[in-house]
């Protein structure tokens, strides 16, 4: 850890609050969550070995399938324009005589179950030869160009929160606990690649915003794994917010949006991450999957954080 880091965690110390809720908890909590929110976050087990949809076996702490929450896109409307997030209550941030050493012992507990679903016996190797994959009811008429989509939540009204604070409140911390979690879903998997792409913004919406969540995330997952980030991918078009088409209008908006930048010949042959938050219809990915294949890149597996299931 160099001088500054050493600054800042002096100064700004993390992990002391749950990123969610606010409730006090021990540093040591995995990805900085105390214990109801961690319970109530779906991490996917098993899903699509195509798309990544949890639609083959999902893992929910403690919750039964009859109580999971369901969102449409009139919900991300809703949130999109009214910038909604969770921000926890008074009773939870002045929470005292918090047993969090209880909380902290669970939560391993739980995340090591979740560990275990993986294990080293899946007998798979994606390493070194690509897969083909049967189809989901989501993906099976679909023509993704993308090999592989993983992702690592399902969304809900708490796995949201931590994206939507990302990328509307400007709270960039949270991309160095979405990189964590996706780092551990590459480990899971067993996987690797040889260079991690960030999905770009157009630069009108990056003014605004200030940041790329998306590069946020992709230079914490580069250094948690030592893949070198490219930014290769220019976003040509600033086009409409894809919430309120339907899969034919995504399709036009997007097409000829994206390019990849000159002098990125280092991709070609290659097998690359290329990173975003949200996997909701993979319109977006999958239009920046079609220019990386025809510029040459070998293999692309899409990692991104949050997905709804289909069910």
């Known amino acids: 850890m160099n001088y500054l880091s050493l600054i800042m965690d002096f100064f700004f110390p993390q992990n002391i609050t749950c990123l969610i809720c606010q409730k006090p908890i021990d540093p040591n909590n995995?990805?900085?969550?105390?214990?109801?929110?961690f319970e109530e976050m779906t991490f996917i087990k098993e899903e699509c070995p195509k798309c990544g949809k949890p639609v083959i076996n999902r893992i929910n702490?403690?919750?039964?399938d009859d109580e999971e929450d369901k969102f449409t896109d009139e919900d991300i409307k809703e949130i999109e324009d009214n910038c909604i997030i969770l921000t926890g209550n008074s009773e939870s941030k002045n929470a005292v005589n918090l047993n969090i050493y209880d909380d902290e012992e669970y939560i391993l507990e739980k995340f090591e179950e979740y560990?275990?679903?993986y294990g080293v016996n899946k007998n798979k190797d994606l390493s070194s030869s690509k897969v083909e994959y049967s189809r989901c009811k989501f993906c099976e008429n679909k023509n993704f160009y993308f090999d592989r989509a993983i992702s690592c939540i399902e969304y809900c009204d708490k796995s949201k929160v931590l994206v939507l604070s990302l990328k509307y409140y400007g709270n960039t911390y949270m991309s160095r606990y979405i990189a964590q979690v996706m780092r551990d879903k590459l480990e899971f998997e067993q996987l690797s690649a040889d260079y991690v792409i960030p999905a770009p913004l157009h630069k009108k919406r990056m003014r605004t915003r200030g940041f790329n969540?998306?590069?946020?995330i992709a230079s914490y997952l580069s250094d948690y794994t030592k893949i070198p980030i490219i930014d290769c991918i220019k976003r040509n078009r600033n086009t409409k917010r894809l919430y309120a088409l339907n899969k034919f209008q995504r399709e036009k908006e997007l097409k000829n949006a994206f390019e990849v930048k000159d002098g990125s010949e280092k991709i070609k042959c290659k097998r690359v991450l290329l990173i975003d938050d949200i996997f909701t219809t993979g319109t977006t990915v999958n239009e920046i999957s079609k220019k990386l294949k025809i510029y040459g890149v070998d293999e692309i597996i899409v990692l991104t954080f949050l997905t709804r299931n289909i069910d």
């Open 30 to 37: 995995t990805y900085s969550l105390c214990k109801d929110c």
């Open 61 to 64: 702490f403690e919750k039964d």
């Open 115 to 117: 560990k275990e679903g």
């Open 213 to 216: 969540q998306a590069e946020k």
